[in-house]
Structure formats: structure tokens, C-alpha cells
């Protein structure tokens, strides 16, 4: 199976910051990764997919890149209702996720 | 407007078994493969089983095979995940999500299952 590998797992910043998650596979998956946020009690939300393709209604300063095993997610303007957990995930069956990184108040 | 909603969880004992819904509703069902993902307590998120729109097709994670079956009703809308043989380690909010080129578009709101004597 393909093992997913985030960094960091947890994030401190402050609203306004420029904030970068990045995952790693650990084999190539072309651009079949999806980023999700998640806040607590709540069900994942897909924010990207293709590795950098933005799901309607997400905000344009959410932002993806990356092919192949290496890929980021980016928030260009931390906002108050980002703070949550995100998480990546390839989708070639068996779909992985990376183990979330927690993006809290500094 | 898409929705699944999970039903069925509960406590259960350690050898039992539950069996899970989830209720699809606004778009044509038979049209989408179907998954589910389980969060344990405090955990991150785990992939569970598929199942192909016709249901012709399924696949399970490691740690359920053998234990957990997926089925569908495309007449009724409905997804199953019987779990058997259940353990502590299958505690989670187990959620149903819609599979489509984008990966899991949409998400049911999950069903917490205890496992625990």
C-alpha cells in the first residue's frame, strides 16, 4: 500500500500568516492526491483535488501543487476559520490518508 | 443538495456485531461507488471498504477484511457495512463518503461505534 507522510503534525500561526502542509508518498501517484480540512465533530470537507484543482465554493487562498510522491497545500492569508486538521490522500485503491497536521493559534 | 446520513452505531461487545446504513439522497445513486472511513477517537482517518456503483466490485482495508462486508440497494438508496468479529480497536466515527474523480466529494456527518464490554 502507499504510505502517506505529512509534516508537520502540528502548525502554530497567526491569522494572516502564510501557512504550507506538505505530504509525501511513498511511491509515485501522478496527481492523485485531495487535501480535506476537518474541524472537531465535524465530517472531513474537500478543499482540492488533482493535487492542485480548487473544489467550488473553497477560497481562492487555498492553493495545491506538486506531482509524482511530493505535494503541498497552501493558505496564502491564514484566516480564523482555518484553524482545523488537514489531511491528504491518494486516491489509487487502497486509498490512504497522511495522519493530519493541526493547524492551531499561535 | 447531496446528503448521506449514517445510521446504526452503537455499543457493541467485543465479538459482536453491528450493522451500519448510510442514506444517500440527491443525486442518482447507482451512479457512484461509495466508501467508508472510520476516525478513531482522537485519531487520524482511516479507509475502510469500496464498493463499485453496481456493487459488483468491493475491497477492504487490511484490519477489517474477513470481518466487514459491504453491500448496496440501488433501489433504496442504501449502503450497508456489516461488521462482525467486532474489537476494541474498531471503535470510531465510521462515515460514508462518495467517491468521484475528485476523490471523497461528499461526506456523511458518521456513527460512532463503541466497542467495549
Known amino acids: 500500500d502507499i504510505q502517506m507522510t505529512q509534516s508537520p503534525s502540528t502548525l502554530s500561526a497567526s491569522v494572516g500568516d502564510r501557512v504550507t502542509v506538505t505530504c509525501r508518498a511513498s511511491?509515485?501517484?501522478?496527481?492523485?492526491l485531495a487535501w480535506y480540512q476537518q474541524k472537531p465533530g465535524k465530517a472531513p470537507n474537500l478543499l482540492i483535488y488533482k493535487a492542485s484543482s480548487l473544489e467550488s465554493g473553497v477560497p481562492s487562498r487555498f492553493s495545491g501543487s506538486g506531482s509524482g510522491t511530493e505535494f503541498t497545500l497552501t493558505i496564502s492569508s491564514l484566516q480564523p476559520d482555518d484553524f482545523a486538521t488537514y489531511y491528504c490522500q491518494q486516491y489509487n485503491r487502497p486509498w490512504t490518508f497522511g495522519q493530519g497536521t493541526k493547524v492551531e493559534i499561535k | 443538495e447531496v446528503q448521506l446520513v449514517e445510521s446504526g452505531g452503537g455499543l457493541e461487545q467485543p465479538g459482536g456485531s453491528l450493522r451500519l446504513s448510510c442514506a444517500a439522497s440527491?443525486?442518482?445513486?447507482?451512479?457512484?461507488?461509495i466508501n467508508w472511513v472510520r476516525q478513531a477517537p482522537g485519531e487520524g482517518l482511516e479507509w475502510v471498504a469500496y464498493i463499485s456503483s453496481s456493487g459488483s466490485t468491493t475491497d477492504y482495508a487490511d484490519s477489517v477484511k474477513g470481518r466487514f462486508t459491504i453491500s448496496r440497494d440501488n433501489a433504496k438508496n442504501l449502503v450497508y457495512l456489516q461488521m462482525n468479529s467486532l474489537r476494541a480497536e474498531d471503535t470510531a466515527v465510521y462515515y460514508c463518503?462518495?467517491?468521484?474523480?475528485?476523490?471523497?466529494?461528499?461526506w456523511g456527518q458518521g456513527t460512532l461505534v463503541t466497542v467495549s464490554s
Open positions: 511511491q509515485s501517484i501522478s496527481s492523485w
Open positions: 440527491g443525486f442518482t445513486f447507482s451512479n457512484y461507488e
Open positions: 463518503a462518495r467517491e468521484s474523480l475528485k476523490g471523497f466529494e461528499y
